[in-house]
């Protein structure tokens, strides 16, 4: 197990509960919340399964303390976004430059669904929602399904970079969750949304968007008729 915790500190430096912390991040991102035991926390912790009780109760407990360490800060930056009388596009650069193993547990959180993680799911898509109607309110009217949409799909084309990260870093020859590496794919996916406007308004892509359209139009049709 690594010896130093999220902030760079020697495990030694760390009071027991922030091991234990430590420790649970990495359990529960390795084996899932239901597959990581009190046992195999302590003994990557280096405590008893009785102090792990004693600071958190349950292991419910203790994942709502590596919920708020791991993503509560996402979820503060948000909410206060949200809040914002214009949204703002920069949540996901938050999330890039997260530490590896929050990082890592924010990825098996997303893919388990648990409470910390669909809420800031379902936040950064309000604040995608937000961005998108604000900048383009002609082609995404606020609370109409086509931004909703939009903004769904965004959020999890962004999160799928750490969902699949393990597919990500064997193709980028680095580990995509690496602290030193998160900023390449911020940066890949800015390239990507430049170079991908340019070929919409092309040809080949006029065709693309012309067939996708004409296939919901299909499906509206069906839909109508039943």
Not at 3 to 9: A, I, K, L, Q, Y
Not at 159 to 170: D, N, Q
Request: hydrophobic fraction near 45%.
């Amino acid at each position: 197990m690594d010896t130093s915790d999220t902030d760079g500190r020697a495990a030694a430096d760390l009071t027991a509960r922030a091991r234990i912390r430590d420790a649970a991040l990495a359990e529960f991102a390795d084996r899932g919340f239901k597959g990581a035991t009190f046992q195999t926390i302590a003994d990557a912790a280096g405590v008893s399964t009785g102090l792990i009780r004693h600071h958190f109760g349950s292991k419910e407990g203790l994942r709502r303390v590596c919920d708020e360490h791991a993503i509560g800060t996402l979820l503060d930056q948000a909410r206060s976004s949200l809040g914002a009388e214009a949204a703002e596009p920069g949540f996901m650069a938050s999330v890039y430059a997260m530490g590896a193993a929050s990082a890592r547990y924010l990825a098996r959180a997303l893919v388990e669904g648990s409470p910390a993680a669909t809420e800031m799911f379902d936040a950064g898509s309000d604040l995608a929602e937000q961005f998108l109607s604000a900048t383009w309110p002609d082609r995404f009217p606020a609370g109409g399904a086509a931004v909703r949409d939009a903004a769904a799909v965004m959020g999890a084309m962004h999160l799928g970079t750490l969902v699949l990260h393990a597919h990500l870093s064997r193709r980028m020859g680095a580990d995509s969750l690496d602290p030193a590496n998160l900023p390449r794919t911020g940066a890949a996916i800015a390239d990507i949304y430049a170079l991908m406007g340019d070929y919409f308004t092309g040809a080949q892509g006029a065709l693309i968007t012309e067939a996708v359209a004409s296939a919901a139009h299909g499906k509206d049709e069906e839909d109508r008729d039943e």
